[in-house]
Nanobody, 114 residues
Framework: QVQLVESGGGLVQPGASLTLTCVAS????????MSWYRQRPGEGRELIAQ????????DYSDSVKDRFLILRNNGLNTLYLQMNNLKPEDTAVYFC???????WGRGIQVTVSS
């Protein structure tokens, strides 16, 4: 069955960097576009970054553009989200998702606080 497992979250101070990892299994990862979403407290899920199946095309929301970087390693079936210059408003649960399918990871908490 499809599995998406996020890791790498935690508590960091403003200005810090953090990299999230999503390990995929149960589907042809190299054929699938992938995305990162986040859900801030009291809000709905927000699409923040997506990447094409070969990693050549990526897109970002205005809220994370120029600070976050979405990457993938098809040989390892792994999706990454490099997050730089983190702000308190980046505090959220972060999810990876297989594009065009309702297949989600369980999410990982990122808290940015001094």
């Amino acid at each position: 069955q499809v599995q998406l497992v996020e890791s790498g979250g935690g508590l960091v101070q403003p200005g810090a960097s953090l990299t999230l990892t999503c390990v995929a299994s149960g589907f042809p990862f190299r054929d699938s576009g992938m995305s990162w979403y986040r859900q801030r407290p009291g809000e709905g899920r927000e699409l923040i970054a997506q990447i094409g199946n070969m990693g050549h095309n990526s897109d970002y929301s205005d809220s994370v553009k120029d600070r976050f970087l979405i990457l993938r390693n098809n040989g390892l079936n792994t999706l990454y989200l490099q997050m730089n210059n983190l702000k308190p408003e980046d505090t959220a649960v972060y999810f990876c998702k297989r594009n065009q399918y309702q297949q989600w990871g369980r999410g990982i908490q990122v808290t940015v606080s001094s």
